[in-house]
């Protein structure tokens, strides 16, 4: 059984910066692609960032060039970087396991999300 758990959400100003973690449970990190999702309020839940087992990145046209996908292998810790935060990315974010190596393949384990506002 896999276990994903985020933290690092939190409020923020806009222009501001936040880094999010998901820890994994198990070696899981080398052998499946990863991703970041979020839900903003009343919108369907989309893909933000990705990571392959390979170490290959891809990312929302709305956020790329301001976050940053990472993961420790080591720690099997998956991170989020944002930074010049918008009040459209407040959302609930969440860190989700692929089922295998593919981002696209479809994902299979979910965190619990993690709540990020940005405002004022």
């Known amino acids: 059984q896999v276990q994903l758990v985020e933290s690092g959400g939190g409020l923020v100003q806009p222009g501001g910066s936040l880094r999010l973690s998901c820890a994994a449970s198990?070696?899981?990190?080398?052998?499946?692609?990863m991703g970041w999702f979020r839900q903003p309020p009343g919108k369907q839940r989309e893909l933000v960032a990705y990571i392959t087992s390979g170490g290959s990145t891809g990312y929302a046209d709305s956020v790329k060039g301001r976050f940053t996908i990472s993961r420790d292998n080591a720690k099997n810790t998956m991170y989020l970087q944002m930074n010049s935060l918008k009040s459209e990315d407040t959302a609930v974010y969440y860190c989700a396991k692929a089922r295998n190596s593919d981002y696209r393949g479809g994902y299979d384990y979910w965190g619990q999300g993690t709540q990020v506002t940005v405002s004022s």
């Open positions: 198990g070696s899981i990190l080398r052998i499946a692609a």
